[in-house]
């Protein structure tokens, strides 16, 4: 739930193809920002962050990675909707760690 709700927002001022570069064999991928993407608020000095992310090692290197999907669904695709539920799960979290009440209708779109 971490990964993917760090890399929900890391990915919202990234979504083109053209931002995307994958390294040799899917070894690493490197997401730049959009063209033209203004965010929030302009200042930030991570406007034009360059974000470079590494493969997880194969799961020989590291039996723990098999942890990550269990069950007849290993190795397979997450779909929209389970990591549209994990973030939202995510955010929850967050909230109830510093004990203050969820906001009403929360929804993926929240981050």
């Known amino acids: 739930m971490k990964t993917l709700f760090l890399l ?3 990915f919202t001022k990234r979504v ?3 931002c995307l570069e994958f390294g040799p064999a899917d070894s690493q991928v490197t ?3 959009r063209l033209g993407y203004v ?3 302009p ?3 991570f406007r ?3 974000v470079s992310l590494q493969a997880l090692p194969p799961e020989e290197a590291d039996p723990a990675l098999a942890l990550l999907v269990l069950g007849q669904q290993k190795g397979n695709a997450i779909s929209k909707q389970r990591m549209a539920h994990w973030i939202v799960a995510a955010i929850t ?3 109830q760690a510093q004990g203050v009440p ?4 929360l929804r993926t779109h929240s981050t």
Do not use: G
């Open 102 to 105: 969820c906001p009403l209708r």
């Open 16 to 18: 083109d193809e053209s």
């Open 43 to 45: 200042t930030t000095p």
């Open 8 to 10: 929900a927002l890391a």
């Open 31 to 33: 997401l730049r920002p």
């Open 48 to 50: 034009d962050q360059v």
């Open 93 to 95: 979290l967050a909230y």
């Open 39 to 41: 965010p929030k608020v």
